[in-house]
């Protein structure tokens, strides 16, 4: 039996995870972080299954972080007992973090401005238990974050510091994404680990404790060089990985774990086109390799075996139809591909193609069939 | 109490759904068909949700269109007995819509090759009843079906006839999406209905019998003048709307009942950046009105009534992290969004928004409180 023999059976589209792959992509993360001395908190948000994150968290000391309280409280609710809310904490959000710090969950918050320390300190006062904080850090123009020279920064940590609740700092290198090749990367990781210590040093300096200091993005983290000062990396996609992050060079198409299944429904054969059943509702409008050297479209195409097919990619995607052709410039048009025939998609971004379903259907790293079926689940 | 007051205790980010307004927005539509003289069949495509369908099927006799086989099985389980499947069917499906034939719904499938139609016609002798066709129609270069004098459509037409298999045909004018105001979409949907027409002639010329004409997008539903020959118009996002709509004149502003309720979670003021929970999680990625005199970005701010906020849209959209800032060329900055404030951004795409969603916070056309919660389904 071939892995893709499980594949034939299933309605489309679905989405596909390639087991073995990515316990290689976890295995790498794990490998990694550990030789530069330092600890992995994987980011829970890509997967957001009970399944993924087991693996995920087995490899890292049970660290996590999420992007939502929803995915605190599920993991929450499996015994994960040490997380990062790593997006900026509202007031209204304090009493949810609150209830899971009061049931055992370390889970630590995430602010940059006075306002949201004020209402931690307030929550923290006058809730059932403290509230701690990391002060969050810009270091390359992303989106939220503190300057690490900026006053804010040691107002705020004092504050804190003051009822006892300031963890640390914690950064992430968004801007990364937009950075091709190991020697790129590895700059931009020390931009992020220089923004990071500084921002520490800020607030040690100013008599403050700063215990954390974290960092990270799975480009980052697969090209830091020197993590000194750094006390943890967090990352995501690195688990599966997708065709965003295979044209910037940190994995190659092998490594990619994710992929959409779909059949074919029919052709426009004077336009060179293959209709399928993967619209955006299962690939999702990501398109996030058009800037990039190579644009994939919304996705690149693969046999059932996985294995890409010359140069066709996903050149349209309405709710439930794809259009597949080949890139511009393609010197073939591909094999033929009738009615009924199915194909597997790589996605550009792992997250988004995710979120738009409910299971991965698994191919099993030891070749068990039938497959297994991992529940994903959404939310806030 | 206003209308915004339940707004104010929700989770963020939230689906809202202004049922006054959609009200408003079915009854145009149902009006507009019937002044045409032929019949509704609305898409349950964007809302999938069965209090919404129950609110479109009350004014169109009970006709519906789907995109996906599980919508088929979520209506026919609450009794819809005359559904479209408006995607070209793969052999892989005949089983599951013969199940619901069997049922009791009357499910007609499309599609636009001989491959297609041979296994209908297989699934049709060997299974437990017939499935009827629509033959899909390419009328503006779009995507999938046959020109109106490919005689591929007559070939078919003779298979699917001699089995009792012929229902019509069917044709989507999905690039009627490009066209701006009301005379130009006019004038797509005299094409639609024109290429639609002319393949309905060339079938029957053949001596096979045509039923069904069915035709639509939401466009050319609104801005067609004449519908001779035609049976029925098929129409979906008319229920919510959307800045595509918008921009293209088919709605105003005030039309759309659909937005994102979120909450500010900070800013990088000197970039004149306000951070909010609604990142492309909550909005989606889809970027539908790049392409339009207007780019709306990830979507257009409103306050927490629904009133658009000067010049500020989503410029930028990361999972859970949505950047507001004033338009290019905007003369002012916006009001000052505190953090903890509320806004509503009001989406893109309506289909592409709500499915990233389990639900809608209804404001009742009553302005009954609590407010409703209307749960969507998805997948296939």
Request: aromatic share 4%.
């Amino acid at each position: 039996m071939t892995e893709s023999d499980p594949l034939r059976d299933l309605t489309t589209p679905a989405l596909i995870l390639d087991e073995a792959r990515m316990h290689r992509n976890i295995a790498r993360m794990n490998a990694r972080i550990a030789a530069l001395g330092v600890a992995l908190r994987p980011h829970l948000k890509t997967a957001k299954s009970v399944d993924v994150a087991r693996l995920q968290l087995a490899g890292a000391g049970g660290r996590g972080t999420v992007s939502t309280l929803k995915e605190a409280e599920v993991m929450a609710a499996e015994g994960v007992r040490d997380l990062i809310y790593a997006v900026g904490v509202t007031p209204q959000k304090l009493a949810r973090v609150a209830q899971l710090r009061a049931a055992g969950c370390d889970l630590t918050v995430v602010l940059d401005s006075l306002a949201q320390a004020c209402a931690v300190i307030a929550a923290s006062r006058e809730g059932p238990c403290p509230i701690p904080a990391l002060i969050e850090i810009d270091s390359d123009g992303h989106r939220s974050g503190l300057r690490p020279d900026d006053p804010a920064l040691v107002a705020i940590g004092r504050q804190l510091h003051a009822e006892g609740l300031l963890r640390g700092i914690m950064t992430h290198a968004g801007e990364s994404y937009r950075v091709v090749g190991a020697d790129a990367l590895a700059a931009f990781a020390e931009q992020e680990r220089a923004a990071a210590t500084a921002a520490a040093e800020a607030l040690r300096e100013a008599g403050l404790a700063c215990g954390v200091v974290s960092v990270g993005s799975t480009p980052t983290a697969h090209a830091a060089r020197d993590l000194s000062g750094v006390t943890e990396v967090r990352a995501g996609v690195y688990v599966f990985f997708d065709l965003v992050m295979a044209g910037l060079g940190v994995c190659t198409l092998d490594d990619i774990a994710l992929s959409v299944l779909t059949t074919v429904i029919g052709h426009q054969k004077d336009r060179g086109w293959t209709l399928v059943d993967a619209g955006w509702m299962a690939l999702s409008s990501d398109r996030g390799t058009a800037q990039q050297a190579t644009d994939q479209g919304y996705g690149l195409v693969c046999d059932l075996d996985g294995r890409p097919l010359a140069d066709l990619i996903v050149i349209s995607a309405n709710q439930e139809h794809g259009i597949i052709a080949p890139r511009p410039g393609a010197k073939t048009q591909g094999p033929d591909l009738p009615v009924g025939a199915r194909l597997r998609i790589l996605p550009n971004h792992a997250c988004n193609t995710a979120a738009q379903h409910d299971a991965y259907a698994v191919i099993t790293a030891d070749g068990a069939s039938p497959m297994a079926f991992w529940p994903r689940f959404r939310g806030w």
